[in-house]
């Protein structure tokens, strides 16, 4: 591999215009392709087979007329009531029955109790049913309901949209947390390389790869249903990851041509080695995220997907555009002071190469990150039990962690789904945000005894704690079907509304002779829940086998690839505790725009483990490999653990602090899911980079010595033998060093 990817490295820096002319002429045509032939974004929570999916199906087939997607319109007088305004709501909800993919549009004054106007007459809505998943209409279509209800508005009323109807047109927009977040990574790359031709390398090839991997990710929706997240979520991995392998490679070009070594052999050698550690480090990315599809999920195999499309152009990115940069930029890409410098005292590359490769192995031994290395090594038990005591307390929130689905109380109250919610609550009860349909197939008897059974049912269920009320029942021509509306004491996201969800389907249906189902939005959610967090072990058990595997292959050894495992689900553990402490405890949530606590989506979890696991395979793979040369030359713990040390943090410093500027950067978004993200992945990256690579690594390195390179014999015929990062000047072995023990290398 390392062959293969230094020869189209130096091709890359030979033939850099045609590279670049190459991928504008992508970039132009994907997104050309995109604006003719792109596909929607769409929210499917839907789990096949599951009892809520089975009782939309039965309702679809059987009685169209009371199935789709439902919606409200909520109509408020600020003075007065709306029933004073009645031919003006009722004409407003006659105009929506007439637009495209409407099934039915029903007037709260449609009928005298129709239990749609509250009781001091301020509030009413109408419910609305669409054929089609409202959140895949888009502003168009917002527009044509906004001139729907115009009279309405005009008549002096406010008009809200809630449920599904508040996700029509809501596509969000990442310019302004793309901007953030390169502009950051631009000032921490400026810092670093102390060059303005060099930082703007990593940042260029970011643009090209995730504008890229959008528009072919919006190519791809034609045909497969992604989330309305999914743009985003790919935008903040690809992003990171971008500039990162960017970094990468120009930091390992920069620190060559410091060495003395030809522009393009060095580009060559950069490619062969560092582009190894990407192809690596991106493939067990994508590979990680496209473990969602283990959830069983298709909404959340579906985010994966859209992750590793993006993760995976920015790989092809790093290997041949950042090279054609490189090959383009040439010297210039070195700080201007170290050519001002050798251009001043006349010396030739040579020459100050070899000053400056001496200074680097000087730096690298005895710089100051070095010295905190061997600060840490030299007494790693004290180092190691502190950074495992403050994991374990940040930790400590997950155990109260709360799964399931924010309902529309948890938006900013700018929205129109948020006022719509607020105003149900008001004037209705806080159940009315997500009723609870139960689709009940009628026995093949009289009329009657059809009349009887619905209300034996519906009596019970209205004995049933939590339930607020229950609707009459309406029934099919046909008298096959029956569907009612069960409205519970609680909000759609509360732990209560997940229990009756249970108890109706576990304990006060099956008493009744009839099949039945609880289906709506919340029972919906309270399955798409209950799916994931079933498969959440299994998940977690695939992807730290995946990487096991890879580390193991990477540095021939079992301890480093248990290591890794068991450091990695720390850090994320801590992570998990600081989203938990956040968004369900409330801690600091107005520094980042939460206007309320809510439970965490069972999706994000999944996905925050299965991206930072992924992510934090580069700077173990960095650190380690540079340690485990160390080690081959020199035979002693804790001089590698210095020498390793020294050799990265910088890079991997700088990496790490661009990867939490671009999540951060996100917390911006007024969607309270992307926050979770946001907040998650940064925090997870800021643990794994800080207290994991730099005390807890070299702690556990410095204790099991040559140990920590152990791999049986009998495996490593199996094990195939990845070299990442490729050999680099080492100090010269002390004439006591140790040989390494038996090691199958």
């Not at 939309?56 to 087939?61: A, D, F, I, P, T």
């Not at 790989?315 to 050519?339: C, E, K, Q």
């Not at 149900?424 to 997500?434: L, P, R, T």
Request: with cysteine; aromatic share 6%; net charge neutral.
């Amino acid at each position: 591999m390392n062959l293969l990817l230094e020869k189209l490295a130096g091709v890359a820096a030979r033939k850099h215009w045609i590279f670049i002319i190459a991928w504008v002429v992508i970039l132009g045509g994907l997104l050309a392709a995109k604006h003719a032939f792109g596909g929607e974004y769409v929210n499917n929570y839907t789990i096949s087979g599951s009892d809520s999916a089975t009782g939309l199906n039965v309702l679809n087939s059987t009685f169209p007329q009371q199935g789709g997607y439902g919606g409200q319109i909520v109509f408020h007088a600020k003075t007065g009531t709306v029933s004073a305004q009645e031919s003006a709501v009722s004409q407003s909800v006659t105009n929506v029955s007439k637009l495209p993919d409407v099934i039915k549009a029903v007037s709260p004054f449609a009928s005298p109790n129709s239990g749609t106007v509250s009781k001091d007459g301020t509030i009413a809505y109408a419910t609305v049913s669409w054929n089609v998943n409202p959140d895949s209409l888009d502003t168009s279509y917002l527009d044509k309901l906004n001139d729907a209800v115009a009279p309405a508005t005009k008549a002096g009323l406010q008009v809200e949209y809630g449920a599904g109807a508040g996700e029509i047109g809501q596509q969000t927009q990442d310019l302004t947390s793309e901007v953030i977040g390169l502009s950051c990574a631009l000032v921490l790359l400026l810092i670093m390389f102390g060059s303005l031709i060099a930082a703007g390398i990593p940042l260029l090839a970011a643009i090209f790869s995730v504008l890229s991997g959008l528009a072919l990710l919006g190519l791809i929706a034609r045909l497969v249903t992604f989330p309305t997240t999914a743009p985003t979520i790919a935008t903040l991995l690809g992003l990171g990851v971008a500039v990162d392998y960017g970094l990468f490679l120009v930091a390992r070009h920069r620190e060559q041509l410091d060495n003395g070594m030809e522009v393009l052999r060095s580009i060559r050698r950069a490619g062969g080695t560092s582009g190894a550690a990407i192809v690596v480090a991106g493939s067990t990315v994508a590979v990680s995220v496209l473990g969602l599809y283990i959830s069983g999920v298709g909404f959340v195999g579906s985010l994966g997907l859209a992750a590793a499309i993006v993760v995976v152009v920015t790989m092809i990115s790093a290997l041949t555009l950042v090279p054609a940069f490189m090959g383009l930029a040439r010297g210039t890409i070195r700080a201007l002071t170290a050519r001002v410098r050798a251009h001043k005292a006349g010396q030739t590359v040579q020459e100050q190469a070899a000053r400056t490769a001496k200074a680097t192995h000087e730096q690298h031994e005895h710089g100051a990150f070095a010295r905190w290395g061997r600060m840490v090594s030299d007494r790693p038990w004290p180092w190691g039990i502190l950074s495992v005591v403050v994991l374990v307390v940040l930790a400590i929130p997950l155990f109260s962690i709360t799964l399931g689905q924010p309902d529309n109380g948890t938006n900013p109250t700018s929205d129109s789904s948020r006022q719509a919610f607020d105003l149900i609550s008001q004037g209705f009860g806080v159940g009315v945000n997500g009723p609870l349909s139960v689709v009940v197939k009628l026995p093949n008897q009289s009329s009657s005894a059809n009349s009887s059974l619905l209300s034996t049912m519906q009596s019970d269920i209205a004995k049933t704690a939590g339930v607020a009320s229950v609707t009459p029942a309406s029934v099919n021509s046909a008298g096959t079907t029956a569907v009612f509306n069960v409205i519970p004491t609680t909000r759609p996201q509360a732990v209560q509304t997940t229990a009756l969800v249970g108890t109706l389907r576990d304990d006060v249906l099956p008493k009744e002779h009839a099949t039945s189902y609880v289906t709506g939005t919340t029972a919906g959610a309270v399955d798409f829940t209950n799916q994931i967090t079933s498969r959440l072990a299994w998940l977690i058990i695939a992807v730290v086998a995946i990487s096991f595997f890879l580390l193991t292959a990477a540095f021939r050894s079992v301890v480093i690839a248990t290591k890794a495992a068991v450091l990695n689900l720390l850090s994320i553990g801590a992570a998990y505790g600081v989203i938990v402490a956040i968004f369900e405890w409330g801690w600091g949530k107005d520094v980042i725009g939460l206007q309320s606590t809510l439970p965490i989506p069972a999706y994000v979890p999944m996905l925050v483990f299965c991206i930072v696991f992924g992510l934090s395979m580069d700077y173990e793979v960095f650190l380690l490999s540079r340690m485990h040369e160390a080690w081959l030359v020199t035979g002693d713990a804790h001089r590698s653990v210095a020498i390793g040390i020294g050799a990265t943090a910088r890079v991997i410093t700088t990496a790490a602090l661009i990867m939490i500027v671009v999540f951060t950067s996100f917390v911006i978004n007024p969607d309270p899911t992307v926050k979770m993200l946001a907040i998650g992945m940064a925090f997870a990256v800021l643990i794994d980079a800080s207290l994991v690579r730099m005390i807890l690594v070299p702690a556990i390195m410095s204790l099991l010595g040559a140990h920590a390179w152990w791999l049986p014999r009998w495996l490593a015929p199996v094990v195939p033998n990845l070299q990442l990062e490729g050999q680099v000047d080492m100090p010269e072995p002390r004439s006591d060093a140790k040989e390494e023990p038996g090691q199958a290398h």
